[in-house]
């Protein structure tokens, strides 16, 4: 796993910064650009993003328990965990919505979409540019 940390830290930053840039400017380039189709292919980025953030994050989150015994181990379990959880909460999200996507051919133009997406989003920015700052900062 050391000779993954960096290039996936430096690709969950890199994917952080697509989604949040997309997320932000989509509307100046409607009329040029499809944002609907970017994210099509979007999706694909994110979703091995979140499945390499759950690894790292569980990962972390199992470490840093087992060193929780004193003061600094215990504010690092807590740093970690909030890590992992937020990373399961992000996967369950964006799965639940892609495959739903996908499979039903949903309007994405539908309000509970148009939500669940404003959310997800901007949570895989963070939890991607925090998980690949981590890997680059501990490699």
């Known amino acids: 796993m050391d000779a993954a940390r960096k290039p996936l830290g430096i690709y969950l930053l890199g994917s952080a910064l697509v989604v949040a840039v997309h997320f932000v400017f989509s509307p100046f380039y409607r009329d040029a650009l499809d944002p609907i189709a970017v994210w099509s292919v979007l999706d694909w980025f994110m979703a091995l993003g979140i499945v ?14 087992q060193a929780a015994d004193s003061e600094a181990g215990a504010a690092a379990s807590l740093a970690a965990n909030a890590a992992k959880w937020a990373a399961i909460l992000l996967a369950l999200w964006f799965f639940w919505n ?7 051919e949903a309007d994405v133009q539908q309000m509970p979409y148009l939500v669940m997406w404003s959310v997800i989003d901007p949570l ?11 890997l680059l900062r501990d490699g």
């Open 98 to 104: 892609w495959f739903d996507f996908l499979t039903l």
């Open 124 to 134: 895989y920015a963070i939890v991607a540019a925090a998980t690949g700052r981590s």
């Open 52 to 65: 390499v953030a759950v690894v790292v994050n569980v990962r972390r989150g199992l470490a840093a328990e």
